[in-house]
């Protein structure tokens, strides 16, 4: 698998907060999980799964409409 690596390109477009964020947020996935093992890996898709699967759940019992689980754009 051949992928370029531009620099300048991910030097010009770095956001510092947001990588903060995505840091924070991969922090509070640990704490919520606590895998114990001092890995991150497979949090951030674990807790894809997870959301995806409380979410169909609340909307398929009733507790809410697909609509109020996000904002979307388009019905802003």
């Not at 509070?28 to 169909?56: A, C, H, I, W």
């Not at 909307?59 to 388009?74: M, S």
């Amino acid at each position: 698998m051949d992928r370029e690596f531009d620099l300048d390109k991910i030097l010009t477009t770095w956001n510092p907060e947001e990588e903060n964020r995505k840091a924070q947020f991969m922090e509070v996935l640990y704490e919520f999980y606590r895998p114990g093992n001092g890995l991150y890996t497979g949090l951030y898709q674990r807790f894809q799964k997870d959301l995806m699967q409380n979410s169909r759940d609340k909307v398929l019992e009733g507790f809410c409409d697909i609509a109020d689980l996000f904002l979307v754009p388009d019905k802003i």
